[in-house]
């Protein structure tokens, strides 16, 4: 089978230069356009902590409700799932389910009685160290 000139025309491919330029262009979007996601993707985390410590404080507020006192530091937050001695009038779950790590990976911090407040219930950030600024700044109720 024999190809006419048109048809040889149609049949060009890129060239190596053609397809060198769309790869410096694609380089160079994701070069602005990838840390502009990144530090979205840390105040995404930031603010997915913060709902978390919000429903948590309101599951509180039902168990005080019901028992008459918040869990102490040493029953801590798995005292809104199991029904912990002496709550008698515990009527929990307080939760639908376990309480997660923050976004992270790190367990939840509970005291009580907190600093400003009854209790105080905090993440320490992306560092998982007391204090910090930014990303591994503490976020508390």
């Given amino acids: 089978m024999t190809l006419t000139s048109e048809q040889k025309k149609q049949a060009h491919g890129f060239t190596l230069l053609e397809l060198l330029i ?28 913060k709902t978390q410590i919000e429903a948590f404080d309101k599951a509180l507020d039902t168990l005080r409700l019901d028992v008459g006192r918040f869990p102490t530091t040493e029953e801590g937050l798995n005292a809104m799932l199991v029904q912990p001695n002496g709550m008698n009038k515990w009527n929990g779950p307080y939760l639908k389910k376990q309480i997660p790590l923050d976004p992270w990976g790190n367990a939840y911090a509970y005291r009580s009685p907190g600093q400003n407040r009854d209790f105080d219930i905090l993440s320490y950030g992306k560092d998982g160290q007391v204090g910090g600024e930014g990303e591994a700044a503490d976020i508390t109720n």
């Fill in 22 to 49: 769309v790869i410096v262009i694609i380089g160079m979007l994701a070069a602005y356009v990838g840390p502009k996601y990144f530090s979205q993707l840390g105040k995404s985390e930031i603010a997915v902590a």
